[in-house]
């Protein structure tokens, strides 16, 4: 198994650029979600999705958008990036709701 | 929504001591509690967890305790060695997963 896979690892926008980080899982976990990090900070929750064709919004969902379509993928869309939105993004999937295993990360340069 | 600390927010022990750091919480209905490491660079990874009905749980040198009354529960690390520096956080959990809150993490330092 792959576990959770994201793309690109590194990626630098310009102010009002629209990109889509990947995120992928081989896992069939029902659950998934994003996440960003901020330097030296902890992590707060973007969107999720609790199974295919549905997605909820987190705590910091502004300027983000997400669907489902499939088990296995969960992309975030970023629709004008903003400097403030230069972080890590991390996905991470689960079953049953419990552990959370997460991809490796992409670190986002805006601008 | 859950309202997560941690403390200390940073820790430095020598090589060999105990470190513990603490979790609180605000939603008595959490059920389960589990605490990720990260290290420099890397994803966060679980190393322990517990369910509500269970008061502690032991995986060789890491431990975690639970005080549901108080709500609080701690990560408990006997033996620390230079692989354990890193950063942990507390991801209490209400909602079978759909809670999602982490705690603001705590660093710690293990010195040689």
């Known amino acids: 198994n792959a576990g959770v896979t994201q793309t690109p690892k590194f990626q630098v926008l310009k102010t009002g650029q629209s990109m889509t980080l990947q995120c992928a899982q081989d896992m069939n976990h029902e659950y998934m979600s994003w996440y960003r990090q901020d330097p030296g900070m902890g992590l707060r929750l973007i969107h999720y999705s609790v199974g295919a064709g549905i997605t909820d919004q987190g705590e910091v969902p502004n300027g983000y958008n997400v669907s489902r379509s499939t088990t296995e993928d969960f992309p975030l869309r970023l629709l004008s990036a903003a400097p403030s939105q230069t972080s890590v993004y991390f996905c991470?999937?689960?079953?049953?709701?419990?552990?959370?295993?997460f991809g490796p990360g992409t670190r986002l340069t805006v601008t | 929504g859950e309202n997560v600390e941690q403390h200390p927010s940073t820790l430095s022990v020598q090589e060999g001591d105990s470190a513990v750091i603490k979790c609180t919480y605000s939603?008595?209905?959490?059920?389960?509690f589990p605490w990720y490491k990260q290290e420099l660079g890397k994803r966060p990874q679980l190393i322990i967890d517990?369910?509500?009905?269970?008061g502690e749980k032991k995986d060789q040198r890491i431990a975690v305790t639970l005080n549901k009354t108080a709500k609080h529960f701690s990560l408990h690390i006997t033996e620390t060695q230079p692989e354990d520096s890193a950063v942990y956080f507390c991801?209490?959990?209400?909602?079978?997963?759909?809670?999602?809150?982490f705690g603001p993490g705590t660093r710690l330092s293990v010195l040689p």
């Open positions: 991801a209490p959990d209400w909602n079978y997963g759909q809670n999602f809150v």
């Open positions: 991470a999937s689960s079953t049953t709701g419990y552990e959370q295993y």
């Open positions: 517990i369910r509500s009905n269970v």
């Open positions: 939603d008595s209905a959490s059920n389960y």
